[in-house]
C-alpha cells in the first residue's frame, strides 16, 4: 500500500524532500514509517529516538495500523480539529507581523471588554555572541496540526478566563533577527485576567504547537532542539 509521509524542520532538510509517497507492506504499522526513514539515512542520529508520528493529523502510538492513502507525519521535538470562536485570530504567516493589521480586529468585534492585553515576539539580535552572532530565525510547521493546536490553545484559555477574543499568530519562513515573529493577545473584561491569559497563551504556545526554527547565524545554522509534544511521550524510537 502506499502512504503519504511529510516531513518538517530538520528532517525536510536531512532527506531533500517535504513530501513524499511511500509504499509499504499492507499489514504496516507508523513504526514502519519511522523505521524506513532511520535505516535510509543514518545521520538521523539522535533525533530519531524522539520523533512522534502523526496520523491523518492526530499523533499515534507506534503500532498504529495504517491504510492506504493515510497521511503520515514525522514529527521532531518541536521548539519550544477544535473550531475557533468566531471572535478569534488565529493563522500562521508568511508576512511581516509588523504590517499585520492584527490590532483592527479587536474593534471589528461586537463584544464589551474593557482590556486588551498582547506580547509581541522578536528574534533577539544576540549581541552576546559577537563571533557568530544569529542574523535571523527560520520556522516550519505542520500547519493543519499546528493551526488546530492553537485553537485548541485558545479553547483551553477561554475556559480559564472569560475573555472576549483571541490573537494568535506565528511566523513562517525567514524572520530577520529584530523582527516579530509571535504574537498573543486577547480582549477580556478586566486586566487581571487579560495579563494572567495572555503569559498562558505564549508559555504553552511554545511546548504544545508542533512549530520548529532553525539559528541562522553570520556563519553557521542550526536546528533548534526541541521539546517533546505532550500528546505523545512515547518515542517511535526502537
Known amino acids: 500500500m502506499r502512504v503519504r509521509v511529510l516531513l518538517f524542520g530538520p528532517l525536510a532538510e536531512l532527506y531533500g524532500a517535504r513530501e513524499e509517497s511511500l509504499d509499504l507492506p499492507v499489514a504496516a504499522t507508523a513504526a514502519d514509517v519511522h523505521r524506513h526513514y532511520r535505516e535510509r539515512d543514518p545521520r538521523i542520529g539522535d533525533l530519531g529516538k524522539s520523533l512522534h508520528i502523526a496520523v491523518n493529523q ?19 521535538p518541536v521548539c519550544g480539529g477544535t473550531e475557533t470562536a468566531e471572535s478569534d485570530l488565529i493563522d500562521l504567516v508568511e508576512s ?18 474593557g482590556a486588551v492585553a498582547s506580547f509581541e515576539g522578536l528574534v533577539r539580535k544576540d549581541l552576546l555572541n559577537r563571533e557568530d552572532p544569529v542574523v535571523a530565525l527560520a520556522f516550519d510547521a505542520y500547519r493543519p496540526m499546528a493551526i488546530a493546536s492553537l485553537r485548541e490553545l485558545a479553547k483551553a484559555a477561554r475556559q480559564r478566563w472569560p475573555l472576549q477574543s483571541v490573537v494568535l499568530l506565528h511566523r513562517l519562513g525567514h524572520v530577520n533577527a529584530g523582527e516579530i515573529c509571535v504574537v498573543a493577545a486577547v480582549a477580556a473584561g478586566h ?3 487579560a495579563f494572567a491569559a495572555c503569559k498562558f497563551l505564549i508559555d504553552t504556545l511554545k511546548a504544545t ?3 520548529w526554527k532553525k539559528e541562522i547565524a553570520a556563519s553557521t545554522s542550526r536546528w533548534v532542539e526541541g521539546v517533546l509534544l505532550p500528546a505523545a511521550k512515547q518515542s517511535c524510537g526502537i
Open 209 to 211: 504547537v508542533p512549530l
Open 191 to 193: 486586566r487581571e485576567e
Open 58 to 76: 492526530v499523533i499515534a502510538d507506534p503500532s498504529h495500523s495504517l491504510a492506504p492513502g493515510d497521511e503520515v507525519a514525522l514529527l521532531p
Open 96 to 113: 511581516p507581523l509588523e504590517t499585520y493589521p492584527w490590532r483592527q480586529h479587536f474593534t471589528k468585534i461586537d463584544a464589551d471588554f
